[in-house]
């Protein structure tokens, strides 16, 4: 082990998912105490790079990477997380993993509790041990205090404010003994700004006592503020890799969105509405991980809205408690009538349609063939596609007439497949997306969600995809609202755009600012005042 | 290792009590026999009037010719008989031992008032 | 403490809707029954000491996340398999009920593994696999004592085998053994009598469930219990954690079993088991369990509540209607039908504390 | 929150038992001299004759509910699995101080334990089991009379009253389920050794099980494919019996239209099949066995079957329960001795004017004791178009008695 070596350090790490390339030579390393800020839009890779250095499953499971990791000098390939953790490199997740029901203290110290001897032990071996909750205790306080939150050790975790769940987890990493390396994955996401503030001082003094962090967040100020080199990946490659010092927030956030130059050429013709048709007053939406705060839309009739904004502030939350599907408040109108909330009925019979970000547990039935699934939703809804039988007495399943509408929506859509009466399963995740689409579009209906049309699909379905919609909303004048975390493909195709920070709209654009107006709303930067109209 | 020795006592000790169990819980038929009998040679004849107790239950009357059953549980017995000897009361007591294996007796009271050998014997039914 | 107001009342009746429903049925049945007092006491006491140790077996598995193990039935069957050894060596007293304990441990370890082995590749689906589980192994059981023993398995004791030479007869009479735990003790208030030896044993096993809940071990299934993802991910050997549970379960049910038969007195050889399982848990979750949730006050409760239940509603069914079998009817209506909406209760309770966080978030805005 | 809650539902249910327990307790005071009879059936869907045999006691002595005599209550259909409930059902009948006697019939799994409860709270309460299913040794050391069928003399009779008929084989059809009973295998043995000595041929066919995964509708297409295919390798002078009472109706139905004898059904009753066999609606005479059995009796004549078909005339189940029940009530009168023959069989023949009874105490088989609390009986076997058969009157050998 050479003293010289960096403490971490990534060499031409390239992964690719069946072929989709995700990380391309990526190379970079970290001193001991030293903070990374690692920043990228959605899908840039920065979590695929995580997850191999920690060694996932799912990583082994795809085919392994590339390229080599080395910690201080020496090679590591991690088969499980355990291991990373063994050496010393803790993570703290995007999403919570902590134990809802269980106590600060006793999530903090998860299966690294205090414990006491007791005769039981020598027949049943040592998970026979007593808790030792004194222990637990001082030792819970200690590793809080190096988070340097006031934070009760008793509180169970499901009565906790976000923040002070992240300051859990954060302090249960701090609580391994030998830990030299932390991963925060956009701790301060759900941090109120002085909590944030708080946390981003606990993490200078990790860093004097020589502990190395990697800071991912979205919030580009703390990247500023905080850390001591700043690494852009777009797109699985590492574009900008420089010394905090040396770069401001314009610079990393163009880095960051990229594609400005090209996307400005193919922008829609700009439109004008003036007949409001969806309308939406202080809505609050109880979706885990994407919870809605207060929100208030004015949607045109016959306009393409699109709805904009990182991971986990919200935006999906949207479509989701209008349509029912979680538990949502304050008001939804439709031409000037009110909509009931938390029945999805309801919304469904006032003529919305929803295409969900869920392909697999929500939008698709898996197992059943193509058809079924573009005319399910119009069978149940509309009864359409049955014939009556016997003067009307029970109604059949017309698959003459199923089978049309299929093959009508294979056709437009260009859905790649063997037959109308293939598995949805079978098809490739563009192709699912397709048939989502079809769906929606079988019904027919006034206003459309759409959310993440394009996740998960190669560029070429993409455009398909996108051109759909496009069309659809040319030719029948439905009101679509598409929502997504790519501004680049929201730009591409709306007339105007909202973008959406810790539940709250930010600001209201139309389509034609530049990307960077985008990327400061997102960001929180700017004041949300925006055009709302 | 220390473990290991303390696990295998600790089974031992389980198996220990399972044959404790078996052996003080096990219980047996003794039948108690009043009819004239032949033992090693010598005719003991049928007592009139008798009382028998076996351990601490209750005095049973056997009349002549008559046979009982009594249920015990364990090895170690002491059987009591009272009976009028020519109108003077005679109380014998023996004590015996059983084996486990064994699930019934056969005990000839006039046997055992007269000091018999062979008294007591196994005694297996038929199937 | 704090004043209760409407909410925390509403709350509260929501959250215990199912004993409060079995009550209001009861205290409506029990004048129609006619029973008295000393019956109804002396009944409860009964059940108790009969039921509740089964019952608690089922609070392991719930803590470690698997759900009401139906899989409970495999150790009440080694119970049995114990008994009948025990019998037909004519082992007496309490030293047989000690000694089928010690015979059913190894049976019931092995089941239990088994059944561990199975539920861990069935994740999720752990009630209906259980359930199913349970079904196939009373096949096995039947084929070892209806034909294994007798023939492979000595059994020297003409009143149990059947005439044919092999197999166990369709009872077993437990004379020798027959209450011997439940009257160790004797205690009569009043008139009625109190197994208090059998308590005392039910009470060292809540010693045993509440000591074991400190336990690294108990913290560990609790973990898994919450959220199996993030307990493997800190490191808890969750696989084995699960089974080590399960053959906990299933021995404390093995023992449950050997308790209860001691009190029922006569072992009905290929039936008895099957009794056991399906009522247990329903007793369970009348006490106020659910899949998630179990105390050791659940149980107590629900014995009481659920065999009060069985215990008045054939005579309130019959003097309410005034016909014998429709009494019976009632009590099968009644019973079985309570459970369903037992189940839909919790259910809906489970939708409402959805809904209650979501007021909650909309009330926080409002203060903002 | 949850442990008060325990005891605030403990408390409630406990007071207002006892409120409403006094209030029960005093209404019944004033009935004077009277007693009261528990007796315990299964409904309808499981022994609708056990159940009509309550409903006549009812009929002639009152409910108590009316301020009658009996308290009728059933056991669970799915007995085999709700064993508590059957006993807390016995055991709850012994909570009337007024109570004198308990009848069950029939004595399922369950019984024996429920009678020693009941002994010890209340020895002075008769305590009946009517056709014990549990084993004979089991149940006579808790009942103070116990009544089966006697399987021992009918496993003679059936084959005596066969051979008068002028059969030569005899089938006996059952599954291994049941030859595990020892009173059904006991009785097997019997036949076999009656047949062989009295130079008729002993066949035993094995059916599906219908408690088994064929269930009763497999278990009964089977029956109905065979019987064409027995009557005809065996002949036309072939008896038939069964075992179970699901396979009767379909054995019936065949052997009246194939050829072939029925003597008498397992637990005989013009009820046992006949009445599905034949296709006939007797509704309107529930209850009157001589207007059953005329009717029966009719349509198998009708039917060309006069001279091969036999039954009880009057129900065994149904007799069992009034019987008994008339039984314990002449005791506590004083009128009958509990455990004399004769006294029992005049409380059964009030119930059946007409036919003749006849039985014995049973005997173990292995050691030849001779228990005197447990009775077997059978009633003379009726042959339609021919009549009472007066197997009473047949002397049994004494062989048949130590057959196993």
Known sequence: MSQNAPLLEMRNVTKDFFGNVVLKDVSFSIERGEILGLVGE?????????????????????????GEILLEGKPVSYKSPLEALDDGIGMVHQEFSLLPGFTATENILLNRESTNYNFMTELFGDRMRTLDRAEMKTRAEKAIEKVGVKLDENTPVSEMPVGHKQFTEIARELEKENVKLLVLDEPTAVLTESEAEILLKSMRKLSEEGIAIIFISHRLQEIIEITDKTLVLRDGRIIQETPTDQTDIEEIAQAMVGREIHAEGDRAEVRTFNAPHLIVNNLWVDMPGETVRNISLEI???????IGGLAGQGKLGIPNGIMGLYPAGGEVRIDGKTIPLNNPREALDASMAFVSEDRRDVGLLLDEPIDWNISFTGMQMQKRFLKPVLGGLFRLRDDKAIEDIANHYIEALEIKCMSPRQKAKELSGGNQQKVCLAKAFVVEPDILFVSEPTRGIDVGAKKIVLDTLKEYNREKGTTIIIISSELEELRSISDRIAIVDEGRISGILPASEPSKAFGLLMLGKVDSKGDSK | MKRIIIRSAALLLLLLLALFFFYTGKGHTILLDNKTVTLGGTEYAAVNMLEVRVDRGEEREVLKRDRIKEDVVGQGH??????????????????????????????????????????????DVEP | MKKPDRKSVIFFLESNAVPILFLIIISIGVPYSGFSVDYLVQEIIIRLSRNSFLVLSLLVPIMAGMGLNFGMVLGAMAGQIGLIFVTNWNIVGLQGIGLAMILSIPLSILLGWMSGKILNMAKGREMVTGFILAFFMNGVYQLVVLYGMGSIIPIGNPSMVLSRGYGIRNTVNLINIRQTLDSLIPLKIGNIQIPVATFMVIALVCLFIVWFRKTKLGQDMRAIGQDMHVAESAGINVERTRIIAIIISTVLAGFGMILYLQNIGTLNTYNSHEQVGMFSIAALLVGGASVNKGKISHAFLGVTLFHLMFVISPMAGKNLIGQAQLGEYFRVFVSYGVISIALVLYAYRKLKEKERAGTALAEAQEEK | MKKNLFVFLLMTALLASSVYAGGSQEAGSDSGEQFHIGIVTGTVSQSEDDLRGAERLIQEYGSVADGGMIQHVTYPDNFMQEMETTMSQIVGLADDPMMKAIVVNQAIPGTTEAFRRVREKRSDILLIAGEAHEDPATIESAADLAINN????????????????????????????????????RRRAIFEAAATDMGMKFVFETAPDPTSDVGVAGAQQFILEKVPAW???????????????AHTEPLLKQLIEYGGYFVEADLPSPLMGYPGALGIDLSAEQGDFPAILKKVEATIKEKGGAGRFGTWAYSYGYTTTAGLGQHAMNVIKGESELLKMSDLMKAYAKFTPGAE?????????????????HILIYQDTYIMGKGYMGTPEVEVPEKYFTVK
Not at chain 2, 93 to 106: P, S, V
């Open chain 4, 231 to 245: 009557i005809d390798k065996y002949g036309q002078n072939t008896a038939f019996f069964c075992t179970n009472d």
């Open chain 1, 42 to 66: 959605n899908g840039a890779g920065k979590t695929t790079l995580m997850k191999i250095l920690f060694g996932m499953t799912v990583i082994q499971d795809t085919g392994g990477y590339g």
């Open chain 2, 78 to 123: 002491k059987i009591t008989v009272t009976y009028l000897d020519k109108g003077v009361e005679k109380v014998v007591e023996e004590k015996f031992r059983i084996k486990t294996g064994q699930a019934m007796y056969l005990i000839s009271l006039p046997g055992l008032i007269g000091g018999a050998e062979g008294w007591i014997e196994p005694f």
């Open chain 4, 357 to 373: 009874w006849n039985g014995s105490f049973y005997t173990d088989a292995g050691t030849g004791v001779r228990a005197d609390n």
């Open chain 1, 300 to 306: 045109n009739k016959g306009e393409i809205f699109g």
């Open chain 4, 150 to 185: 006697d399987f021992v003399a009918r496993g003679y009779l059936i084959i005596d009253t066969a051979k008068k008929l002028g059969v030569d084989t005899f089938v006996h059809i059952s599954f291994p389920r049941h030859m595990s009973y020892e009173t059904l295998a």
